[in-house]
């Protein structure tokens, strides 16, 4: 039997059925979302600058479309393989069930390497795959959108040839887009945020004012820097961040502007003014009470798990925790905001994105950030009375809520006899 700890798509299988075991449904729960509905696999030809044709497999995974039409990113790596798409797009599923999106789950990719590609060359691939599995996609089947190695350019392309293909604009067809064609404003600083909106909520059903908490950051990219900052302005002492040149430490609070400014400046925030060095290993451990690893996966494990000092963990990152790590941290008490959960904050703008192009009716930075404010913290709210309720970690919880959201709609549709 193949081993479910090195497959995802076993893995997400295994977490559906401890989802619907727990809960108590009926069998045919898990009948129907232990794979796709529909599983699409394309060959994606497209010249090269050279003028040789070349071929990459490409996929499409709808996993479950029972609360709405199927949303999920599209990757352009050569690890891109079946297997991982489905599991892909059924942690979609999850996630938009758990955050109480109208979506199901969607993930496709083509198994290719883009370092490798022209700008040329992306563009027609980009195109050629839209060609593919245009009579799948589209505003109320499934909605693509960026995920590794994709990004706002590439997806004006697709809206772009899809659009030619419909013989109209359909920009509701992907987010992710430039803001020029009907992308959503808060949308770049949407993880981050989202992030320190989960964790703030979390703060708040422990009784553990975020306004006076100690913040370590692993991570000073785009999610890390955003949430340093999003947590800055919110009043919590930001101790330290780091990136992978290393990190910086200061127990009284860094001054988060100037760390922000020094990075523009130099790269990199080893070197910062006023804190101390730390490492990327040592600053997992460091006292203090709100830990947002994001940055890499696997970097809590059973090695140090102990050592871990936060009350609360945020997942920004996928996967930082090692299931071995998870369970060490329930049994100390440690609350872990799961990463299906913490880093929904970019899908979930992307769901404000849907909704103004369907409405032609676009909103303000300000008016997409308060709104993803009330759903994190509605989705947190859910998450932690499951816990209570079940007694298990919230990463078991989240799972929780969300099957018994997709259970009730396919219910009341007429799938489950």
Not at 275 to 286: M, T, Y
């Amino acid at each position: 039997m193949a081993d479910a700890s090195l497959n995802p798509y076993l893995r997400a299988q295994q977490a559906f059925k401890e989802a619907v075991d727990t809960l108590g449904l009926e069998p045919g729960v898990y009948e129907l979302l232990k794979q796709p509905l529909r599983f699409y696999e394309v060959a994606v030809p497209f010249i090269r600058d050279d003028g040789t044709l070349q071929v990459f497999p490409g996929y499409r995974s709808h996993h479950n479309d029972a609360l709405g039409p199927t949303k999920g990113g599209l990757r352009f790596h050569p690890d891109v393989n079946a297997d991982e798409v489905k599991a892909l797009s059924m942690w979609m599923t999850v996630k938009c069930a758990l955050l109480g999106l109208p979506y199901g789950g969607g993930k496709g990719g083509i198994a290719c390497d883009p370092e490798q590609l022209s700008e040329h060359e992306l563009e027609r691939l980009s195109r050629e795959y839209i060609r593919g599995i245009a009579l799948v996609i589209g505003p109320d089947k499934d909605i693509p959108a960026p995920d590794v190695s994709t990004n706002p350019q590439i997806m004006a392309w697709m809206v772009d040839e899809y659009s030619r293909i419909r013989g109209e604009n359909s920009f509701g067809m992907i987010t992710g887009k430039p803001l020029v064609i009907g992308g959503s404003q808060g949308r770049l600083e949407a993880t981050g945020r989202g992030l320190v909106s989960a964790v703030r909520e979390m703060a708040r059903q422990v009784n553990l004012d975020f306004a006076k908490s100690r913040v370590a950051i692993q991570g000073f990219g785009n999610v890390g820097s955003v949430a340093a900052a999003t947590a800055h302005d919110m009043g919590a002492r930001v101790v330290a961040v780091s990136d992978k040149e290393g990190g910086i430490y200061n127990a009284d609070g860094l001054d988060v502007p100037g760390v922000l400014a020094y990075k523009q400046v130099h790269r990199n925030v080893v070197g910062f003014p006023g804190a101390e060095p730390v490492s990327n290993h040592d600053l997992l451990e460091l006292p203090c009470d709100i830990l947002l690893p994001a940055a890499l996966e696997n970097v809590i494990t059973a090695d140090n798990a102990d050592r871990i000092q936060a009350r609360i963990v945020g997942e920004g990152a996928n996967g930082p925790t090692t299931p071995e790590a998870d369970q060490i941290l329930f049994e100390k008490g440690v609350l872990v905001v799961p990463d299906i959960l913490a880093n929904a904050g970019g899908v979930t703008v992307s769901y404000f994105e849907w909704v103004q192009n369907q409405s032609r009716w676009y909103w303000t930075e300000a008016e997409v950030d308060e709104r993803l404010h009330q759903m994190m913290g509605a989705a947190i709210e859910a998450m932690h009375e499951m816990h209570e309720r079940y007694g298990v970690s919230h990463r078991r919880a989240a799972y929780l809520v969300a099957v018994d959201r997709i259970a009730s709609a396919m219910r009341v549709r007429g799938w489950l006899k």
